[in-house]
């Protein structure tokens, strides 16, 4: 031990969440996760995954403790915490709302203040990476699906995150779709959550995987050691697709 | 092919297209309604400024339809007026076309103007401008948000039909009412739920209760080229009509 330990990325602690309407949906979480780890959280529908996510910046607040990147999420800190973690929500529709893809992409970025100049070329650079530059002036309902799958997150990407979270990334995407993401997913080099119920994705993109299920955490470990694991697996509503293999578990 | 991309795509400040407006709307209301001829003359104006920033026809057709509803109703309640009135004057049905004239003439001017002089319409540009105004950010920002709810339940109307249409309804009889009933209040439901989760979203990369934008206020030399005409002529058109007797 000779390096002082780094702020965790996300720190939780007996964090319990309840809707207005009486349904519960997070049940004394804990989960801790280490800057530049990459993490599934996997889970059926319902499992509170979500719910989770719109935690991490302040969107939701339970009872407990949540802190991200050294900020808790109180009302005093929601401003520079939103500007450090990048959520990228479910339903693109629900992301993508200006007039053009061009402002969309901008809409972060402006809003941290940022000069024109360099709005300008975070929103130049996020377009190219995510091969949507030809599509900048694209009303987002203009776009296919896929296109606003990767509008929404190169909105995100434009804000330089230090956490991006991603609300089921793969879903409905095809597959060079599905694969391209994971390629640049794998590039990026802040820390990654992915919430996900789809198994080879979570083994593809995250070295560790977190299982949800009716709102409590219950296994945490190696993605690969917990995608070998058929049984913890059906226990919590999961199971390998046809024809999955499953990974070595280690040792 | 996507054109340029630096450049505001307005190159007029918006306080610019706001004074226009303002001005028009009030020199066409302060001028007396007398005889025709001014109010047909202000048309040009704004007929004008449409050509030159070619305005879409069906976007003109579109703001124009507002004013049948308009119409409608004052005519309602002006013969609800007189019905109510047993003991007044007669009045003459000469009078009453001309009143009713002459506020189609006045409204139909200020929604020509609203077409000419806010260009393609960006509401976020033009909130900017009224800040630049003095209105107080909380007013632009409702106007903003309402903007953005208008355009959520026209999108979530279009899907609502389809999917009701791919299932083969079509309202045809009476009994489709209830069915009517049932998908506006699923629209407006479905609306307020996606327009919550829109604003999380929004809140969710940093939105602090105004829409940025992308250029700053700045009068330019264009504003003035534009203003110059849009405020002269319907002054100069007002005050021939004051003269002219
Ligand atoms: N806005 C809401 N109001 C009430 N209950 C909700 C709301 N959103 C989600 N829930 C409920 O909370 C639970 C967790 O939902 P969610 O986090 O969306 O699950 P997941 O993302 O894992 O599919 C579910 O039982 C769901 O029905
Ligand atoms: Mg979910």
Redesign the pocket.
């Known amino acids: 031990m000779t390096r002082a330990p780094a702020v965790p990325a996300v720190d939780i602690s007996h964090l319990s969440f309840r ?1 207005p ?1 009486g ?1 519960p ?1 997070l049940d004394d979480i804990c989960l801790t996760i280490q800057p530049g780890e990459s993490v599934a959280l996997l ?1 059926p ?8 996510a719109l935690h991490l910046n302040g969107l939701l607040r339970g009872q407990g403790r949540v802190a991200v990147l050294g900020l808790q999420t109180v009302p005093a800190n929601l401003g520079a915490l939103r500007q450090r973690v990048g959520l990228v929500f479910q339903d693109p529709d629900d992301q993508l709302f200006m007039n053009t893809l061009g402002d969309d992409v901008a809409f972060g970025p402006r809003n941290m203040g940022l000069e024109p100049e360099e709005v300008e070329r975070r929103v130049a650079e996020s377009l190219e990476l995510l091969g949507l530059d030809r599509l900048r002036n694209r009303p987002p309902h203009r776009l296919s699906y896929g296109q606003k799958r990767r509008a929404t997150l190169a909105g995100v990407l434009a804000m330089k995150p230090d956490l991006l979270v991603l609300d089921e990334p793969s879903g409905n995407l095809d597959p060079v779709g599905r694969r391209r993401l994971a390629e640049l997913l794998a590039q990026l080099d802040c820390t990654l959550l992915v ?1 996900t119920h789809d198994l080879p994705y979570a083994l593809q993109t995250c070295r560790r995987a977190v299982i ?1 299920n009716g709102g409590r955490a219950v296994a945490d470990g190696p993605t690969t050691r917990i995608l070998a694991d058929r049984h913890l697996l059906e226990a919590n509503g999961l199971e390998w697709p046809f024809g999955f293999t499953p990974p070595a578990p280690p040792g | 092919m996507d054109g340029d991309r630096r450049l505001p795509a307005d190159p007029l400040d918006p306080r610019a297209r706001l004074i226009a407006l303002l001005g028009f709307v009030v020199v066409v209301v302060a001028t007396p309604p007398r005889a025709a001829w001014p109010f047909l003359a202000y048309a040009l104006v704004p007929a004008f400024f449409i050509g030159y920033e070619r305005v879409s026809p069906r976007a003109l057709a579109r703001r124009l339809l507002f004013l049948g509803p308009l119409l409608l109703t004052v005519v309602g309640t002006r013969l609800l007026w007189f019905l109510l009135q047993h003991d007044s004057g007669q009045p003459t049905l000469q009078n009453e076309v001309w009143l009713l004239a002459v506020l189609g003439m006045r409204s139909g001017l200020a929604v020509l103007a609203v077409a000419a002089f806010m260009g393609h319409g960006d509401i976020n540009r033009l909130a900017q401008g009224l800040r630049g105004l003095g209105v107080p950010a909380i007013l632009t920002g409702v106007m903003e948000q309402a903007y953005r709810y208008w355009r959520l339940l026209w999108r979530e109307l279009g899907l609502l039909r389809d999917a009701a249409g791919a299932r083969g309804f079509r309202p045809r009889h009476l009994g489709d009412t209830v069915t009517l009933g049932r998908l506006t209040g699923s629209l407006l439901l479905r609306s307020l739920q996606r327009a919550e989760r829109v604003h999380h979203a929004m809140l969710g990369r940093g939105f602090a209760g105004t829409f940025p934008t992308s250029h700053p206020l700045r009068w330019s030399r264009y504003d003035a080229l534009f203003l110059l005409p849009a405020l002269i002529l319907p002054a100069a058109i007002c005050a021939a009509s004051h003269l002219v007797e």
């Open positions: 809707y309407d349904t949906a889970g529908n319902g499992a509170g995954k979500t719910t989770l919430v949800l």
